[in-house]
Every structure is written in structure tokens, then in C-alpha cells.
């Protein structure tokens, strides 16, 4: 059987290092993103047959679509990567209510909306593996960590989001063990990509105890890592160079 992966977000960043690995490995690759000259981009580099899609994860129509077509040109999807994400930070009181809402949406229901589509393969096809991208901090509050009770100011509506991912991965995991499909979280730290580029990186990566922020590259070893190991599901790894270990 093809190995087939849909990386949404996979046009960019952390999305874009994953799909280029993948591809190095053999498989078949949908690189998607909402900007389709960004994915053909992407998609192009790879070289090969991969495939590349316009769809915004926060509409359920274009997601569905996405499936049909992609599932059509590059068969049964077994393995499914959401690295697509957007932040907006800001304190709450100065939030506007679509920037909460385009936040959650993407971030969290987009994930949710892959996955139940996914779905219905990998349950025919019993078996598939999903990698979730989340955040550092929000594992920590997973684990109820000093940092996690603390939060995070300026990211309150981020955080909700990327902490309601892990929720919703490790109960999916659950709940979709038995027909042999996984659900994993990667969880980074700061990690060198447009999302961070006005991020003040010298006064930041002095409290990283590896001392810089993190390549896509090495983000995108622990995705694939994840996708590939038959015996772990429900797992949160975190790669952040240390942080947790500190904050
Ligand atoms: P980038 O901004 O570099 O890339 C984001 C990708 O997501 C692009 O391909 C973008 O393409 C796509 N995207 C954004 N919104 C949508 C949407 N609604 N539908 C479909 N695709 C969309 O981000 P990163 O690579 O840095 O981030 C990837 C993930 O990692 C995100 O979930 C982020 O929250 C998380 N993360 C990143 C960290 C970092 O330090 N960089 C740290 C911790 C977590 P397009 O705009 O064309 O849609």
C-alpha cells in the first residue's frame, strides 16, 4: 500500500520541513494550504508526484472537498500531519471577537474537522496515524506545571486553543485505538518560522537552555518520528530545547 500523508500547513514553516522530509522517505505527499500558489510552491520542491491543495481548515465544506479530491489523484490516506495554525496575540480586552474566533477556528477546529475526515478511511482501512501540532506551553498546563497555572499573557485565546488540541488528541486517541489508528502531539518551543520572525529571539533564547531557538527541520523529525511508531499514541512530545526544564 501507498504511504500517503496530507500535511495541512504544509506550504510553510514547520508544515513545509515536514512534507520535505516525508518526501526523502518515500511518500506520496498533498501539501495544503489556503494560499495554492504557496502549496504548488512547496508541493514543487519536493519533486515527484506530490500533489498540492488550496483549503481552509475552518470550513468543513472545503476540507470535505479536499479529501474527495485529494484521496482521488493520490489514493487512501493513511497518515494526516496539521501544522496549520495562525497566532494573534494580544491581550484579551484589546481582542477583537473574529480574531478569537479565526484563532480557535483554525487552530483547533480546523484540526478536528481533518481529523473526522481522515477518519472515515482510516477506520475502513484499520489504521492510520495522525500528529497533531500543538504548542510547549500547553503541554505544560496539560501537565499542571508552575508554568502552565501561570500562563501565558498576551496568548490567552492561542492557548485555549493549542490546549484544547491536546485534549481533543489524546481523547481521539482513545477512542480510536482499537481500529489500530494513532493520535500524537508534537509540542514546540520557539522555532525559527514567519509565525516567529518579530519575536524579540536574542533576549528570548537566553532562557532556552540549548541556547537558540529550533529549526523546522528538527521539529519535523519528531512528527514523523510520531507518525511512525507503531506502539505510542496518545504522547505529547515536546521540542523546545530545553525550556521545560526551566520555566
Ligand atoms: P507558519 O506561519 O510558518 O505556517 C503556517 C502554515 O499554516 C502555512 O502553510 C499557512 O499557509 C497554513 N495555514 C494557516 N492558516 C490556515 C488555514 N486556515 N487553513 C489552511 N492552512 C492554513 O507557522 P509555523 O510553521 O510556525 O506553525 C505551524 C504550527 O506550529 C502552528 O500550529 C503553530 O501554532 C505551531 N507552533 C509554532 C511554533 C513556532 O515557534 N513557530 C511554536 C509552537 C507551535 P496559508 O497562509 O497559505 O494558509
Redesign the pocket.
Known amino acids: 500500500m501507498d504511504k500517503v500523508c496530507a500535511v495541512?500547513?504544509?506550504?510553510?514553516?514547520?508544515?513545509?520541513a515536514v512534507a520535505q522530509l516525508m518526501a526523502r522517505k518515500g511518500y506520496r505527499l498533498a501539501v495544503?494550504?489556503?494560499?495554492l500558489e504557496?502549496?504548488k510552491a512547496a508541493a514543487g520542491d519536493l519533486g515527484g508526484d506530490h500533489l498540492a491543495f488550496s483549503?481552509?481548515?475552518?470550513k468543513e465544506h472545503d476540507v470535505q472537498n479536499t479529501f474527495e479530491e485529494l484521496e482521488k489523484h493520490l489514493g487512501r490516506v493513511n497518515f494526516l500531519v496539521n501544522?496549520?495554525?495562525?497566532?494573534r496575540d494580544g491581550l484579551l480586552v484589546r481582542t477583537k471577537t473574529e480574531d478569537m474566533v479565526s484563532q480557535l477556528h483554525?487552530?483547533l477546529l480546523?484540526s478536528m474537522l481533518t481529523c473526522k475526515a481522515a477518519m472515515r478511511t482510516m477506520i475502513q482501512q484499520q489504521g492510520g496515524s495522525i500528529v497533531n501540532?500543538?504548542?510547549?506551553r500547553e503541554m505544560l498546563l496539560h501537565k499542571r506545571s508552575i508554568v502552565g497555572l501561570k500562563g501565558n499573557s498576551g496568548q490567552s485565546v492561542y492557548s485555549a486553543s493549542?490546549g484544547g488540541l491536546v485534549g481533543f488528541s489524546r481523547a481521539l486517541a482513545k477512542e480510536v485505538a482499537r481500529k489500530k489508528i494513532r493520535v500524537n502531539v508534537v509540542?514546540?518551543?520557539?522555532?525559527h518560522?514567519?509565525?516567529?520572525k518579530d519575536l524579540k529571539e536574542e533576549h528570548l533564547k537566553k532562557n532556552i537552555p540549548l541556547g537558540r531557538f529550533g529549526e523546522?527541520i528538527e521539529v519535523a523529525h519528531a512528527v514523523v518520528f510520531l507518525l511512525e511508531s507503531p506502539y505510542i499514541t496518545g504522547h505529547v512530545l515536546v521540542v523546545d530545547g530545553g525550556l521545560q526544564l526551566i520555566l
Open positions: 495541512f500547513g504544509g506550504s510553510r514553516g514547520i508544515g513545509r495544503i494550504a489556503r494560499n504557496g502549496a483549503c481552509d481548515v475552518a501544522a496549520a495554525g495562525i497566532n483554525t487552530n480546523g501540532v500543538g504548542h510547549r493549542k509540542a514546540p518551543g520557539f522555532v518560522t514567519d509565525m516567529t523546522t
